[in-house]
């Protein structure tokens, strides 16, 4: 991989992302321009030299008359680094605090919303399992990313990373048996078809779709730090119109509702894993 710069000058170089954003969103309807502008701007010349081209102008060019490129610049734009169990403190609290009170629903939805590959949900299957109330509870798993997507619905994990999954699983307080989640396939495991069954799947843009059911619990972690600071305030605008009262709402370490207009309507059930309950 050639990790040398473009030789285009920076100024120039922000116009060709910004004309390319302006490109994409009036020809596919996928709006990136409220993303943080750094990471947009490194990962859009991963995909200018991913796709073997000298400029983010040749890019525009490719992607507008080409979905597959298209589709392309999306994954490329679209981080989906996870784990299961990412920062087992969360899945503890998660555990502790917000399961016990799960118990009192007739009927449970949960909204992974920018799921990636799946982790995150089969995390939560495994934990609701665990307290008997999988059955109870349907999983709605969103993301941007159609690639992302269909990884997570195949659910196929390497042996290296399962290791590391049934460390944070112990980390976050499992005391089960972690490889029994997972159908053994030469050096990889497959979730388990029991721990899929209420889980739906799906694509779904959070910055310009909008709500489309009423949760008792939404997580939205490592999604919104890739965005603006008035991208963050509609999303987090979304979560709320979708978050049922008294709903918990878990963020990733490195977001926050704090100083957000919707602060005051939030309890702060635990500070450090960014767990809020909707008080109204
Ligand atoms: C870093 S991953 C976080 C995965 C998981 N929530 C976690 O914390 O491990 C961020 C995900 O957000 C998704 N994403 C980015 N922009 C999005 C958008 N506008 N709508 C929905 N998902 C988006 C990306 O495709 C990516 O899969």
Request: aromatic content about 10%; proline content about 3%; overall charge negative.
């Amino acid at each position: 991989m050639d990790f040398s710069p473009l030789t285009t000058p920076p100024d120039v170089e922000a116009l060709e992302i910004d004309l390319l954003l302006e490109g994409v969103h009036r020809r596919y309807g996928f709006d990136f321009r409220g993303y943080a502008s750094a990471t947009l701007h490194r990962r859009v010349q991963h995909c200018v030299r991913a796709e073997g081209l000298a400029t983010v102008s040749a890019l525009q060019e490719r992607v507008l008359r080409d979905a597959a490129a298209f589709e392309r610049l999306v994954s490329c734009l679209s981080i989906s680094v996870t784990e299961m169990f990412r920062d087992p403190p969360f899945y503890a609290a998660l555990r502790e605090r917000i399961i016990p009170t799960l118990r009192t629903y007739p009927f449970i939805r949960v909204w992974h919303a920018g799921c990636a590959t799946g982790e995150e949900v089969y995390s939560m299957a495994i934990l609701l399992a665990e307290a008997d109330l999988l059955g109870r509870a349907r999983l709605y798993a969103t993301d941007i990313s159609a690639h992302a997507l269909q990884r997570a619905q195949d659910g196929i994990y390497s042996a290296e990373r399962l290791d590391l999954y049934a460390r944070n699983y112990r980390e976050a307080g499992g005391t089960g048996d972690f490889a029994s989640y997972f159908t053994q396939q030469y050096d990889r495991g497959i979730v388990r078809a029991d721990l899929r069954h209420n889980i739906i799947w799906g694509q779904h843009n959070l910055v310009t779709d909008g709500s489309f059911n009423e949760f008792h619990v939404i997580l939205c972690r490592n999604v919104l730090i890739y965005f603006d600071r008035d991208l963050q305030e509609r999303v987090y605008g979304l979560l709320d119109e979708s978050l049922a009262a008294r709903g918990t709402l878990g963020l990733g370490r490195h977001e926050t509702l704090d100083f957000t207009p919707l602060a005051r309507r939030y309890q702060t059930l635990d500070p450090r894993e960014k767990l809020y309950r909707r008080t109204a």
